[in-house]
């Protein structure tokens, strides 16, 4: 069975500091990896996916994440944050079948002036 | 952009009732979901559907729910009876095919009262 941790619940960073989210996930079979991000009363937007080939992958905003099969990460970064990139972030995991995601716990950023 | 469309965005019923909540999916997708997001919590995959069946579903999936997709446009997903426990968050998805990245709609908010 799949499964995803995300460290931290909450993460506050200043305005223009690298943003950095944790993902850890387990999976029996060479996963694909999901950052999603969810703006107040809206679904679940996606930024990024990594499914095979190069490890660095890139998104929407700026957002890029690396997986590292050693450490069974996906971490996700974004250089500069701005205040729009408060909002709640999700990293998730396909099955082997790939017909049903698992998420993690999410990360709410904050963003100070 | 194509999008995923959900109503109603939020739906008040008495415990014991039954409840409809509908999706349009993306009209080119070939596989569709639901997941929920009671407060606070992180998101829970519900079911997937995909060649007029279920392809996967998980033990919140009992006897209490299904699926339907009564026409080529609509995904609809039924509480029999609901709980209190019902309330939640409810998010339709819908992707081209397994392992594709997941679009998600903006959610319908349930509360039973």
């Known amino acids: 069975a799949q499964s995803v941790t995300q460290l931290g619940s909450h993460v506050s960073v200043s305005e223009g500091a690298l943003v950095l989210l944790r993902c850890n996930y387990s999976?029996?079979?060479?996963?694909?990896l999901f950052w999603y991000v969810q703006y107040p009363n809206q679904g679940l937007q996606l930024l990024l996916k990594?499914?095979?080939?190069?490890?660095l992958v890139k998104g929407i905003n700026g957002f890029e994440a690396e997986f590292n099969k050693s450490e069974t990460s996906f971490h996700l970064t974004k250089p500069s944050a701005h205040m729009s990139d408060a909002a709640e972030y999700f990293c998730?995991?396909?099955?082997?079948?790939?017909?049903?995601?698992?998420f993690g716990g999410g990360t709410r950023l904050m963003v100070k002036p | 952009e194509p999008e995923v469309t959900q109503t109603p965005s939020h739906q008040v019923t008495q415990m014991g009732q039954e409840v409809i909540l509908r999706c349009v999916p993306i009209?080119?997708?070939?596989?569709f979901y639901w997941y929920r997001q009671i407060l606070g919590q992180k998101v829970e995959f519900l079911v997937s559907?995909?060649?007029?069946?279920?392809?996967?579903k998980s033990e919140i999936f009992d006897d209490q729910f299904s699926v339907e997709r009564p026409d080529g446009s609509n995904f609809t997903l039924k509480i029999r009876s609901t709980k209190l426990e019902d309330s939640a968050m409810y998010f339709c998805?819908?992707?081209?095919?397994?392992?594709?990245?997941?679009?998600f709609g903006d959610g319908t908010r349930l509360s039973i009262l």
């Open positions: 998805a819908s992707s081209q095919g397994g392992n594709q990245p997941q679009h």
């Open positions: 998730a995991v396909t099955n082997n079948a790939g017909n049903m995601l698992t």
């Open positions: 999976s029996s079979v060479p996963p694909y």
């Open positions: 009209s080119n997708h070939l596989y």
């Open positions: 990594y499914t095979t080939g190069a490890t």
């Open positions: 559907f995909y060649n007029n069946e279920i392809s996967e």
